[in-house]
């Protein structure tokens, strides 16, 4: 094969030829980035976030490594500086599991008294205008129960807030989604290489000409919902489960329920209706809200028209 023939190319470009090769480059370092916005510039302070914990369940488990970067974003979505990228670790009290150990490359020895002040990580999230993560379901649940309460900041998410097979990628875990976007993590699984990663693939521009960081904050700033399933029967369990509803098991009164964006919203209406037979019971979500553990919101309990015999 002539390798002139070969045409480098990066995810998102369906036009290119075929017989690619892909180039990746490296995931830019911290001090390939401005420190500050340009004198003038407008620009929104997002904390882009990524935790490492002990395990995966949130009733047992607990952070043990956080990294935040502050970053500036201007109007077109890009990121224009990157103000900070802060680390800390945190003693789990208890020896790591040996999978974790393998994972991150953390050692019981290298958490030795560590600890992350509650207070100055929550001035940290009011200090910006929103967080961003790669799996905000994940990631905000543990922050929370480090910090011991809720702290009403926006939230958004690169996972679920970007339609990344619309724009020619094929969804998957961050580096994966990374090497689309033409880079490469040289290490992963540490919370600041994985902060690093996350902030380069938020600053690609999609092949529609938007950043994914101008996706997110997007799916932030417009409405969404919560549409509980409290009006739906037991036997259509199995419906829900393969439209993509989450079991709130947390709940005293067992629950599922799905987080519904504007786009979704006439179709998922019109399924519930058709499937089950009545109406959702549909709750404002605004974006301080999203991606909680189930245990911090409580249900709406379902308007129940009365008959006349009964009043």
């Known amino acids: 094969m002539n390798s002139s023939n070969l045409t480098p190319t990066i995810a998102g470009d369906n036009d290119a030829p075929s017989g690619q090769q892909r180039i990746l480059q490296a995931v830019r370092d911290r001090n390939d980035w401005p420190r500050r916005a340009r004198e003038g510039e407008k620009f929104r302070r997002i904390c882009v976030l990524d935790t490492e914990t002990t395990g995966l369940n949130l009733a047992k488990h607990q952070i043990i490594e956080l990294c935040a970067a502050i970053v500036d974003i201007n109007d077109t979505g890009r990121i224009v ?23 991150t490359g953390l050692t019981d020895a290298v958490l030795a008294g560590a600890s992350i002040c509650p207070e100055q990580l929550t001035e940290l999230l009011e200090y910006c205008d929103g967080v961003v993560a790669f799996h905000s379901q994940f990631d905000r649940p543990f922050l929370e129960k480090h910090i011991g309460r809720h702290v009403p900041v926006p939230w958004g998410c690169a996972m679920a807030d970007v339609p990344w097979r619309q724009l020619g ?70 419906d829900l489960r393969d439209r993509r509803y989450r079991f709130a098991k947390e709940r005293t009164h067992k629950l599922w329920h799905k987080h519904v964006r504007p786009a979704e919203f006439r179709d998922e209406y019109r399924w519930y209706r058709q499937t089950i037979g009545k109406r959702p019971v549909v709750v404002p979500l605004p974006a301080c809200e999203r991606f909680r553990t189930n245990e911090t919101w409580m249900p709406k309990p379902p308007k129940v028209k009365v008959p006349d015999w009964l009043r």
Not at 82 to 102: C, K, N, Q, Y
């Open 81 to 103: 500086a990157v103000r900070s990228v802060m680390t800390g670790l945190v003693d789990p009290g208890h020896a790591l599991p040996p999978e974790i150990v393998e994972l």
């Open 169 to 238: 990628f094929e969804p998957g875990p961050q580096g994966y989604l990374l090497a689309q976007a033409g880079h490469y993590m040289a290490n992963a699984h540490r919370a600041k290489d994985d902060v690093l990663a996350l902030v380069e693939l938020l600053d690609h521009v999609c092949r529609d000409g938007e950043s994914v960081m101008a996706k997110v904050l997007a799916a932030m700033d417009a409405p969404a919902w919560r549409f509980e399933a409290s009006t739906a029967a037991y036997g259509f369990k199995d």
